[in-house]
Structures are given as C-alpha cells and as structure tokens.
C-alpha cells in the first residue's frame, strides 16, 4: 500500500488549514487513515507567546528562523513516526511558503512520496475577514483587537518577502480555495489517494447550510416590489419565531442581505447566538427591478403591459428595465455563496435572504430547468435545511411558525451545480 504526505502550501488567511481538516475528514470517511500535523500547534507548545511577535517570523532573525526549522523539523518527525505504523495520509498543515523549506520537506520525507497544496484566495473581502478572525485567536488574547491585527499583518508581510508558489516540486496542486477549483496541478497518480483528494478539493461541502427568507414585509403586503420596507407586526412575529426555533442550535455565521428587511429577520436570532459571525453580503440582495422598484404589481401591469408580456414569457431570462434577470442574478449570488462558504469553513451556517436570492440558491443545490427557478416556492414561516457532504445528502423544508405544509425531509440532493 502506497502511503502519502501533503504538504499544505500558502499565506496565512488562504484557507489552508480548512482544507486540510476537509482533506482529513474526507479520507476518514472512506477509511483510509488520515491525520493532520500543524506547525503552529508544536510552536505553540514549545514556545507559547514568545512566538506571537511579528519579529519571530523576520527572515533576518536568525533565532526565529532556527526555531521555525526546529518546529519543521520536529513535526516532520511526528509525521514520520506515525506513517511508519498505521498511518495512510499525513497532511502538513504550514505556510511552507519558501521554496528552500519545500526542498527541505521533500528531502527529508524519503519514505513515501510528498504532494504540495497550494491555497490560493485573492478575494480581497475575505482575506480581510480571514485576517480579523484570526485576531480572536487565544495567543492574541494579551493584545487589543487593533494591536492583534497589526501584528498578524506585519506577519504575513514577512512571509510575502520568502513566499514562492509552487511549480518546481515533483507531485503538486494549486486550488482556488475560494472556488473548489484546480487552478493547476503536477499529479501524484502513483498514490491510490490522489484522486480521492482531488475529489475532496473540487467538491463543495456544507454540513449544516440553513437557508430563511425574510419575515413578511409592508410591500408583501401591499403587492409592491423591490425597495427596502420593514417588516410587518407579523413580519416580526415570524422572525421572532424563527429565532425561537433555532435556539440551541449551533450557528457560526449568519450572512444577510443588506436590506433592512433582512436585518430585522435577523435581530432576534442574534440576540439568541451572541457568538455567531455576522456578515451582510451585497451578492444576497433582492433582485433589482430597476425602473420598476418600489411599484406596486397591478401598476406594472396597467402602465407597463410590455414588461409583464416579456416576464411571463421568459421569466428566467427576462430583465426589468434598467434592472436584473435571474439569469444576471445568478453569477453573483454564486459569488456570494461561495464567500460564504469560505467563511464558515465547515461550520454551521445562515443565510436569512429574499424570495429571488433563495430561489436561486435552492436552484445551485438541485438541478432545476431554470424556466422554473422564478417559480420555485419560498415561504416565509418556513426555512430550508441543506447538508451536503460526500457521505450525505439531505434537503429538507421546515416549517417554524404558524401551521406550515410538512417538511419535505431527506430528500435526495441531484447533481449540485453550485460550481457548475
């Protein structure tokens, strides 16, 4: 039995160590044996906050690069240690950004063959949320918030001055993290596990995705469209109930829309998950009517027959004037998912949109014709349940307010498009 070491590759903020833990569990899942070796966690132990100064990682100082190499070098061991018995896949989870330390890896790990993985993300929102999570980290816990993320900066500067990517190396991958996508790659096909974690990389996972519509809205209401109402006194009751419903239920992050009516949704369900994440995404805004925003449908339909002939004969396709289609609104409700992904990691997660934006994320999980993505039903006293991983496949509708139709529960995912 061939056996395995991946060598994580990257910047901090990239990704790497999310990866590393789908990678892990992936291959656990198939029973193959996998574990993850982390150079900060043998820092860490051996030198505690000594290494929390941004000094420490200055290739000009020579007791921090001797450590750094003492911590490769003492990680690479227990990697070693472990292959030789039952291990199967030991996945080195470091920057390894230079490519003296790659040569050095590959050097020392003479007993079976080594495949470097490159994260890369140049999403500017979400470096910059990678970086200020990483400012709430226990070795910062002596530092202000301010002085925590201009030390982690200042560390990321030193490792851009030694950062080469890959392309030298014998057996490599370099993945858009952000994406699930192989961007490039020089492949191990020798190694019964290359495919199995290539599968893992390009494979969008979401173990717990809950998907809410916002509560009711005046213009529900009134039949008007577009705009940014508040919710209603039952608009209220129903994000009152929803936040009832969750409670207790884990949630690390909670995406919205910009749009007040997706905040007021969301207030009670954050007073009740004061630790979750909260970020509101302009991809998760309501489709834009462009002229038509703000008016009421009969109006449209009185003072602009031709948009509602267009509409009803291509609803998918059609655009308001001046405005969106869902096929315009698909690209970027795609990037939003995918940022919020990122971000979560593989953590529970929320997204609390609107009756276009929700419609077109159900429509990336199941394959639908998308002549009928405008018409696929979105309530508001109901959210969807999601989880999507190699080993399970769940769609289920709940219902948390009021006397709701029954959830439709595990229902088979068909073929997620969400990257497609």
Request: include cysteine; hydrophobic fraction near 40%; charged fraction near 25%.
């Amino acid at each position: 039995m061939h056996k395995l070491y991946v060598a994580m590759v990257g910047l901090p903020g990239r990704g790497k160590s999310t990866m590393a833990r789908r990678i892990r569990d992936g291959l656990l899942a198939e029973g193959i044996a996998a574990r993850i070796f982390n150079n900060g966690d043998v820092r860490r132990q051996l030198l505690g906050s000594e290494s929390t100064e941004p000094d420490f990682y200055n290739p000009d100082n020579s007791f921090g690069r001797q450590a750094r190499e003492l911590i490769c070098r003492r990680n690479l061991e227990e990697a070693q240690t472990w292959m030789a018995g039952e291990g199967e896949v030991a996945i080195l989870d470091a920057t390894n950004a230079s490519r003296a330390r790659r040569q050095f890896i590959e050097a020392t790990l003479k007993d079976h063959p080594v495949l470097f993985l490159e994260c890369v993300n140049e999403d500017p929102l979400l470096l910059n949320a990678c970086i200020r999570r990483k400012a709430d980290l226990p070795e910062y816990a002596a530092y202000s918030r301010e002085e925590a993320l201009a030390s982690f900066m200042k560390r990321i500067e030193y490792y851009e001055t030694i950062y080469d990517p890959l392309s030298d190396e014998q057996y490599w991958m370099c993945v858009d993290s952000t994406a699930n996508r192989v961007l490039a790659e020089h492949p191990c096909e020798s190694s019964p596990f290359y495919a199995a974690i290539r599968e893992i990389v390009v494979s969008v996972w979401t173990p717990c995705l809950y998907l809410a519509r916002h509560g009711q809205t005046e213009f529900n209401v009134q039949g008007r469209i577009g705009g940014d109402p508040p919710l209603t006194a039952r608009g209220r009751a129903q994000a009152l109930a929803l936040a009832r419903h969750m409670e207790g239920k884990p949630i690390d992050w909670v995406f919205t829309s910009t749009r007040m009516r997706a905040h007021e949704t969301a207030a009670p369900l954050l007073e009740r998950h004061p630790e979750a994440h909260v970020m509101a995404l302009r991809e998760f805004d309501e489709i834009w009517a462009g002229d038509c925003e703000n008016m009421l449908y009969s109006e449209i339909r009185e003072k602009m027959p031709e948009v509602t002939a267009a509409r009803n004969a291509d609803k998918y396709s059609y655009a308001y004037p001046n405005g969106e289609s869902y096929a315009i609104l698909r690209e970027r409700v795609q990037r939003g998912l995918r940022r919020a992904l990122f971000l979560a990691g593989d953590q529970p997660l929320l997204i609390l949109g609107h009756q276009a934006i929700n419609r077109v994320l159900i429509s990336l999980f199941l394959r639908q014709r998308t002549e009928d993505v405008p018409y696929i039903h979105i309530p508001q006293n109901q959210y969807f349940h999601i989880a999507l991983t190699p080993h399970r496949k769940l769609f289920e509708r709940v219902p948390y307010e009021g006397i709701g139709a029954p959830a439709d529960k595990d229902t088979a995912l068909k073929d997620p498009q969400i990257y497609a």
